[in-house]
Structure formats: structure tokens, C-alpha cells
């Protein structure tokens, strides 16, 4: 039997081999990220800086003959099973409809589907998936299983695709077979993510570049304060962010909010009803943020960029309004405690902050973050540092 003990690797040959009788072809694994900073910039072609972290999730994969997909994961009871031809008549979802199978198998058979409308073909496969990375904690658990998988039906099926393109399927799954209208930075990250390095990513372009981060060299460490409020972006909040930002382009008559600078808010101001314009001041002053942090690791390094964070989080909270008051307390009390910058990370309303520390501080602050939950009665919160990782890759 499978085991919660047993590492997310050997979780995943173990459940295969339970499923199938036999041993996999070969096990692929993909990141969950943190973003440093560019939150909702990615659908308004802007820029963001994520890393991958070590939390992966594995996908033990094994080719059958009879042109039939099955999907289990630790995760749930049952496996799901459906024959390759029919993926087409489950997918699309509409947008906002609930995916046609359970949202967890919707992930890798959306994956499926995908490489199937790009071209790839193969036969059947059997996918066993085991992680650790922290579900609905905006670490991307999602985003890991598409890039898990699509690196291993690519090799298996022979379909040359290359990261980029994979990291579009995987998008294409989430947003069209789980209904959830993200953007490209989850996959991206989960793709092209190196070890000591962020990814800058011009969203619109899809061009990356790896930025040195040298925390360690540094003294330094980033803490993930993961505020167990669990966020879903398949519903509510992030679609209406997503829907105000197109009005605020419409008005400028721009492709994308990448196309509004700061120096066109006092027009936006004219232009746009109160909400929509703090709205669209978040996404034009996260993006200029982004090139300014990406620009100060270059000149100055990682202490420098703490101001950035913070700012960062301000806008969230004040004009985006997707903070949370548990992601409120954590930056708040990680910052009284000594936190270069703090900032909440992800698709907010729920999920996990970050906090740039001192090696020699992330005690103190870790403590000060769980006491400061307790006296508000929040639930306890997750805490842990991060290095940045490697992106998707095939382990066996
Ligand atoms: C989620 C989405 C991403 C991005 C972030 C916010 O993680 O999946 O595409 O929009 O929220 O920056």
C-alpha cells in the first residue's frame, strides 16, 4: 500500500505499480513556484519574477495498448479512466461550468487533450501522481501536475514540443478543461525554473530570463507563510480582476494593460470609473515594480529589494483587493519582526505570503507570525523556507 511517509517519488511508483501490476516507463516530476513580484500582470502581457520551489510533484507513467487514459493520485480514492477519443467530447469546459470530470483528473487528462489538439498522438498511457507541494496555497499544485505530465506524455508520445510550448499546454488544460482563467506564469515557472535563480518572463513575448538571486551568499532566506485559507481560481475573485483589467485596456483602446504606463494613470483617472482605475493602477505600477526589482538584484542584490515587496503588497491589498486579513497579518507581523519585505504571493484571497529574512532572523519571525495567528484566532499557519529549484525534468 501506499504510504504518506514515503517520499512523493516513491508514492508515485508505488501507486503505479498498485494500478497496473508493473513497473512505469519512467517517472517525471515539476515544481510548485513562489512569485517574488508581478501578481495579475501575466494576463495583461506584463512582466512577473516567480522561482520554482522544491515542493514537486511526481508522475509515475506507463504506456497500454488499448488507446485508454487512466489518472490516480494520493490524492483520491479513485482513479479515473476515460478512452484518448473521447478526451475531445469532456473538453472544452465553458468557462465558469465545472470541469467534466473530477477537478483533480482534469488537470492531466486536460493535458492530454492538449498535446492531442497540438498534434501528438500515442498510445494509451497509465499516470500516477504523488506530491508534496502544499494544495490551494497558491504554490501552484496545479500548474506541477500539468508540467509533470506534459514532460512525460512529450517524451512518451514523441512529440518534440520544447518547454515553452509545453508550459502553453499546460495553461490551455487550466484553462480550458478545469475552467480556471489564469495566466502563463504558474507553468512557465513550473517549465523553465532554474536552481538559485528567478525567472523574469515577459508574458507577452514568452522571452525568459533567469536572474541570479544568490539569497544563501547573501545571509539571507525567503519564508512562506502559508495561511492555510485555502483560495480557488476556478470561481469569484481572480475572473472579476481579470474582467476589470480588459475593461481598463478596452478604454485605453490597448491590446493589454501592458500597454498603460505610469505616466497615462492621470488619464486612467479621467477615463475609469473609481474601482477600475485602482485596478488598473495595481497591474501598470506591479509591472514597472517588477523591471525596477529585476534591476535592483542586478545592481545592488537581494537585501535591497524588501521596499519593492512591501510595495507590492500595499497595492494588493489597497487597490487590487485580493489580500486577505490572514495574508495582512503575516506580512504585517513579519515586517514588525524584522522582514527585509513582505508580500503576498499568488492569486490572493487565501494562500501564502513571503517574507525576505535574515538567515539569523527566520526563528524570530516564523514565531512571531504563528503568535500573531494565534492572538487572532486565525488557524495555524504553515511556515517554511525555500530555495529556489529546478523546473520539470524526468527523474527515471
Ligand atoms: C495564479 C494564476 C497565475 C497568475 C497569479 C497571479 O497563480 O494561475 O496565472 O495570474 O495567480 O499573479
Known amino acids: 500500500m501506499t504510504t504518506t511517509t514515503q517520499a512523493p517519488a516513491a508514492q508515485a511508483v508505488a501507486l503505479f505499480e498498485e494500478l497496473t501490476g508493473h513497473a512505469p516507463a519512467g517517472v517525471w516530476s515539476a515544481p510548485g513556484r513562489v512569485n517574488l513580484i508581478g501578481e495579475h500582470t ?10 520554482a520551489i522544491p515542493h514537486r510533484t511526481y508522475a509515475a507513467v506507463g504506456m497500454r495498448e488499448d488507446g ?4 490516480a493520485s494520493t490524492f483520491a480514492s479513485e482513479p479515473v479512466e476515460v478512452s484518448l477519443d ?3 467530447t469532456l473538453f472544452p469546459t465553458a468557462t465558469g461550468a465545472e470541469p467534466a470530470v473530477a477537478e483533480w483528473a482534469a488537470y492531466p487528462l486536460g493535458v492530454a487533450w492538449a498535446l492531442q489538439l497540438a498534434g501528438a498522438t500515442g498510445t494509451g498511457v497509465d499516470i500516477a501522481i504523488a506530491s508534496d507541494v502544499p494544495v490551494g496555497a497558491g504554490l501552484s499544485s496545479s500548474a506541477a501536475i500539468e508540467s509533470a505530465t506534459a514532460s512525460a506524455l512529450n ?4 512529440a518534440g514540443l520544447d518547454r515553452t510550448a509545453l508550459a502553453q499546454i499546460g495553461r490551455r488544460s487550466e484553462n480550458e478543461a478545469v475552467g480556471a482563467p489564469t495566466g502563463i506564469m504558474d507553468q512557465m515557472a513550473s517549465m523553465l525554473a532554474e536552481p538559485d535563480a528567478a525567472l523574469f518572463l515577459d508574458c507577452r513575448t514568452l522571452d525568459a530570463n533567469l536572474v541570479p538571486l544568490s539569497m544563501t551568499e547573501a545571509g539571507l532566506a525567503i519564508l512562506v507563510m502559508d495561511t492555510r485559507v485555502s483560495h480557488a481560481h476556478s470561481t469569484g475573485g481572480y475572473g472579476e480582476r481579470r474582467a476589470a483589467c480588459e475593461r481598463g485596456a478596452a478604454a485605453f483602446g490597448v491590446p493589454a494593460l501592458r ?22 493602477r495595481h497591474i501598470v505600477t506591479e509591472n514597472q515594480r517588477v523591471l525596477d526589482t529585476v534591476r535592483t538584484f542586478r545592481e545592488k542584490g537581494p537585501r535591497a529589494v524588501g521596499d519593492l515587496l512591501v510595495a507590492s503588497h500595499v497595492s494588493m ?11 495582512d497579518v503575516a506580512v504585517d507581523t513579519a515586517l514588525a519582526a524584522g522582514a527585509l519585505g513582505a508580500r503576498m504571493t499568488g492569486g490572493g484571497f487565501g494562500g501564502a505570503a513571503i517574507a525576505l529574512v535574515e538567515q539569523s532572523a527566520v526563528e524570530t519571525v516564523s514565531d512571531a507570525v504563528t503568535a500573531a495567528f494565534a492572538a487572532s484566532g486565525f488557524t495555524a499557519p504553515n511556515i517554511f523556507t525555500v530555495t529556489p529549484a529546478a523546473g520539470a525534468r524526468r527523474d527515471v
Open 68 to 71: 485508454r487514459i487512466r489518472v
Open 86 to 88: 473521447e478526451l475531445t
Open 317 to 327: 491589498r489597497d487597490d487590487f483587493e485580493i489580500s486577505s486579513p490572514e495574508l
Open 259 to 280: 500597454d498603460v504606463s505610469i505616466a497615462d494613470l492621470d488619464r486612467a483617472a479621467e477615463l475609469l470609473d473609481e474601482v477600475t482605475f485602482r485596478r488598473v
Open 155 to 158: 517524451d512518451l508520445w514523441n
Open 42 to 51: 501575466d494576463y495583461n502581457d506584463g512582466f512577473v519574477l516567480p522561482f
